[in-house]
């Protein structure tokens, strides 16, 4: 299984990037996928994340409203789209999967992580 970011970058305050994560050897349908990230200094934290058998979201409190997490089954892919960019946002962000759904609700049991690509915020 690989998983593999894209989309990160510099950008101003305000503005707006999007994350793919292309994903190989493994079907994201019915599994759960997210998004986390990892700011220097500081633990990892969810952003968000879904169950793509229902498309039902979570967001974390900080991004809820500015990003938006989608799938496109048909590309074995999923997306963060991320507007109104804060300095706060900064960080690496890594896409992650699980097969297994009923540790959706606990992402640090999940098996399988990018490497991560990272977002800039000035």
């Known amino acids: 299984v690989q998983l593999v970011e894209s989309g990160g970058g510099s950008v101003q305050a305000g503005e707006s990037l999007r994350l793919s994560c292309v994903v190989s050897?493994?079907?994201?349908?019915?599994?759960?996928m997210g998004w986390f990230r990892q700011a220097p200094g500081k633990e990892r934290e969810g952003v968000a994340y879904?169950?793509?058998?229902?498309?039902?979201?979570y967001y974390d409190d900080s991004v809820k409203g500015r990003f938006t997490i989608s799938q496109d089954n048909a590309k074995n892919t999923v997306y963060l789209l991320m507007n109104s960019l804060k300095p706060e946002d900064t960080a690496m962000y890594y896409c992650?999967?699980?097969?297994?759904?009923?540790?959706?609700?606990?992402?640090?049991?999940?098996?399988?992580w990018g490497q991560g690509t990272q977002v800039t915020v000035s």
């Open positions: 992650a999967a699980e097969a297994n759904v009923w540790l959706c609700p606990t992402p640090a049991r999940w098996r399988y």
């Open positions: 050897n493994y079907r994201i349908s019915s599994s759960c």
């Open positions: 879904i169950y793509t058998g229902d498309s039902s979201p």
